[in-house]
């Protein structure tokens, strides 16, 4: 992929926050995009980023934005970028993104407002990218000549729709999927879970995380029908069933999944090089923020570890391992992925650079 010719000025909102710590972190050297303006709440808006962003990566606050003035979240600072990516609050980020469309901006969310939107596209890059499309037809329902909405997953659904994908590319379409949880504490944000809640301790709730990974799973691994609308795996209905937990671990969300296939049951060996040989688009076409390997298969009994493997690719991938029978359905893994990188700014990086790649921007 060759560079544009002049950098994108890209804006971030909820730039303070735990996934805008990771989006300055990934853009302030990116060879396409060249951050322009950050916004977050009236509370942080008139201050220097590094005086409004409480930063918490090991990585150092990048020169180039500790002194930009942070800007509350009005479309008119923006209105130069080609790219707005999104790490708002839930509460706020619905009325905040429709107003940035509407201005003619491209929004590249994260928040859970719209994934379930009929015109917009539910996109993880490393599984479904051709959805972008999608966005042509927003604009024609919608009367935009110019903005759109994109969105990318929950961090839990993500870390499993990578594996799934690539077993149904491999064995056709899956039946039925069990998955269990145990999600890392900078999932719930900045600060998130209580230290008395969490330390030492295990809370087996998320608050529609469930019915979130139920759902979205559908709408990402299914096709667009000719008529431009999602068919959420119709074609072959999927059921699946999500328990989700909060551990004390710091980033990094495991899943044990359980799978049963429609056709012929595969063989551990076969599932583990369905694995390895998975290549994904954003692969491909050489974007620059896509991993070299989209899953690190593990052939230790006791890996992927948040602690240990998070890392692997600079957040990029998903971690599997541990491919074996399942008692109860065909087979069982375990995975794992950064929650705030792949789980949330890298795959938002990685679907404008798709949308850059394919004359989107
Ligand atoms: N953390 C994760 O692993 C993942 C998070 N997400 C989603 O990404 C989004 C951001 O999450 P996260 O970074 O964890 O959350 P944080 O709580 O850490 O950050 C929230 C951001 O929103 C801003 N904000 C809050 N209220 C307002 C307001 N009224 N107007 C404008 N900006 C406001 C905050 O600004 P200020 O500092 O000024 O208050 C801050 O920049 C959420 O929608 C979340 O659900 C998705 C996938 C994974
Ligand atoms: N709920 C996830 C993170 C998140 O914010 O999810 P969503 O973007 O779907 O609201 C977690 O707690 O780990």
Redesign the pocket.
Known sequence: MAPPQAPIKVGVL???????QRFIELLATHPYFEIHAL???A??AGKKYVD?TKWKLVSQIPESVKGMIVQE?KPEPFAECGVVFS???????GD?EVAFRAAGLNVFS???NYRRDPLVPLMVPLVNPDHISVVRHQQQELKLSKGYIVCNA??STTAIVVPLKALEVAFGPLKTVMVTTLQAI??A??PGVSSLDILGNVVPYIGGEEEKIEWETKKILGGVNPDNSFDLHASAPLKISANCNRVPVIDGHLACVSVEFSGKKPSVAEIEKAFTDFVTEPQTLGTPSAPKRAIVLHDAPDRPQPRLDCDLEKGACVSVGRVRECGVLDAKFVCLLD??RL??ATSSVINAEVAAEKGYL
């Open positions: 909820g730039a303070t926050g735990t996934v805008g916004g977050a709440s509370r942080s409004a979240c790490g708002l609050d839930h509460d706020v980020a905040i994260n928040a859970k929950n961090c900078s999932g944000g900045y929650n705030v789980g949330a």
